[in-house]
C-alpha cells in the first residue's frame, strides 16, 4: 500500500541538494550487493542542507516498490542520507542513499512540483543553528 511522504521528514535528511541527474542505471544481481537497485550521479547546482560536491554518487534500494528503469531529464530537489544511517539497506557503503519511509516515494521531487516547493518553504522557514 503507498503511503504519500510526510514532506516534513525532510529533516531527517543529512543532505539536501538541488540537482540533475546523470549515469543513471539498474544494477541487477550483482555479487555481494543487494540487487534490483539504481545507481546515480548528482550533478549539484545548490546545497540547501549539509555539504556536498559539485558531484555525489547515489545508491537508490527501494523495498516496497520498484526503482524505475529510467529518470527523466531535468533538475530534481533531492533529500539523502548518509549510508548506514537507515533501516534500509546499503547496496553502497560510500554512497548516500535518497531519503525513503517505507510504502512511501522518495524525496526525488522535480524542481517545479508542489511538492518541492513546499520542502524548499519547510526548510527556507525552520529555525537556524
Request: proline share 9%; net charge neutral.
Amino acid at each position: 500500500m503507498y503511503v504519500r511522504p510526510n514532506l516534513a521528514d525532510v529533516r531527517l535528511a543529512d543532505v539536501v541538494v538541488i540537482g540533475r541527474i546523470s549515469n543513471y542505471r539498474i544494477v541487477r544481481n550483482e555479487p555481494g550487493l543487494v540487487s534490483g537497485h539504481a545507481r546515480f550521479d548528482v550533478q549539484v547546482d545548490e546545497v540547501l542542507v549539509g555539504r556536498a560536491s559539485g558531484r555525489l554518487s547515489v545508491t537508490w534500494y527501494n523495498s516496497t516498490f520498484a526503482v524505475p528503469d529510467q529518470m527523466p531529464a531535468g533538475t530534481y530537489l533531492i533529500a539523502l542520507r548518509r549510508p548506514g544511517s537507515t533501516i534500509m539497506p546499503s547496496p553502497d557503503p560510500n554512497a548516500l542513499t535518497p531519503l525513503q519511509a517505507p510504502c512511501s516515494s522518495a524525496f526525488i521531487l522535480e524542481i517545479g512540483s508542489e511538492e518541492a516547493g513546499i520542502v524548499r518553504w519547510f526548510l527556507d522557514s525552520r529555525p537556524r543553528q
